[in-house]
């Protein structure tokens, strides 16, 4: 059974930082590629960032390009999202996802992401 746990999500200032993590476990490949979603109150679910297989690729939206980072740590696992810089529009819940599987170069093939975590939620406010 494939399981998503997310943390580190919460209440933090405009300009202050975070970083989500995920652990993954049950997954039957050891390459998979893992990424980042969020969905606001009200508005649709998009992908924030994305890691490829082997780490070597990744993806940002555009409006978090320069100041999230994601990185993974393969032996155990886990995905993470640094988010620096942040503003109230990041207000949303953060889902870690994963299809499960590689998707080689290119890991914006949202519509294949079908594990998901429970999300975390990551509120910007003074």
């Known amino acids: 059974q494939v399981q998503l746990v997310e943390s580190g999500g919460g209440l933090v200032e405009p300009g202050g930082s975070l970083r989500l993590s995920c652990a993954a476990s049950?997954?039957?490949?050891?390459?998979?590629?893992i990424g980042w979603f969020r969905q606001a109150p009200g508005k649709e679910r998009e992908g924030v960032s994305c890691i490829s297989d082997y780490g070597g690729k990744t993806y940002y939206l555009g409006s978090v390009k320069g100041r999230f980072t994601i990185s993974r740590d393969n032996a155990k696992n886990t995905v993470s999202l640094q988010m620096n810089s942040l503003k109230p529009e990041d207000t949303a819940v953060y889902y870690c996802?994963?299809?499960?599987?590689?998707?080689?170069?290119?890991?914006?093939?949202?519509?294949?992401?079908?594990?998901w975590g429970q999300g975390t939620q990551v509120t910007v406010s003074s």
């Open positions: 996802a994963t299809p499960g599987y590689g998707l080689g170069y290119d890991c914006r093939s949202w519509n294949l992401y079908h594990y």
């Open positions: 049950g997954l039957t490949s050891e390459h998979y590629a």
